[in-house]
């Protein structure tokens, strides 16, 4: 049976994506006293970050955007991966977002949505979350986004 949160999915025509393994010494979630951390996601698509490079220096606004949502869906996927069910998700508590942006790029936020829009939308309410959206010179891989989250758990 098709839980509430992947029939979302499907009706969003998304599809949960491999879980990537970690590319340095950490674990990819952990899911301790009720809630579920799970490790910073890169744009992984296929085995390879799929948006490389800065904002503010050959990728726009949009393109961030695109990458954040590709992070949220390898969030979830962590998830799906440690929890066996999406459904068993409380509320989501926080996303971090860490945008690799020039020093004159101040659209952060806007760049985050591209993950927080995406969540709300697959989680309803539920999805509805704290953030945080930094800026910094570069991420591993060459990645445009790195996201983070923290879940309450069932």
């Given at each position: 049976?098709?839980?509430?949160i992947?029939?979302r ?6 599809a949960?994506?491999e879980?990537a ?9 952990l899911?301790?006293?009720g809630?579920?951390?799970?490790s ?7 085995g ?9 220096s050959?990728l ?10 590709i992070?949220l869906?390898?969030?979830?996927a ?12 409380a509320q ?17 936020p806007k760049?985050?949505n591209?993950a ?14 704290t ?14 986004v790195?996201i983070d ?6």
């Amino acid at each position: 049976m098709t839980g509430e949160i992947e029939a979302r999915l499907k009706a969003l025509n998304l599809a949960l994506p491999e879980v990537a393994s970690p590319v340095a010494n950490y674990v990819p979630f952990l899911h301790i006293n009720g809630f579920l951390y799970v490790s910073g996601q890169l744009p992984m698509r296929d085995g390879k970050v799929a948006v490389t490079g800065q904002l503010g220096s050959g990728l726009d606004v949009e393109d961030g955007m695109e990458a954040a949502g590709i992070c949220l869906m390898n969030i979830l996927a962590q998830a799906k991966n440690a929890l066996g069910d999406l459904d068993r998700i409380a509320q989501a508590v926080r996303l971090s977002g860490f945008v690799n942006s020039t020093a004159d790029f101040t659209d952060h936020p806007k760049v985050v949505n591209g993950a927080s829009d995406l969540l709300v939308e697959i989680l309803g309410d539920k999805g509805r979350h704290t953030r945080a959206a930094v800026g910094c010179s570069s991420l591993p891989l060459g990645a445009a986004v790195e996201i983070d989250a923290i879940f309450a758990i069932e």
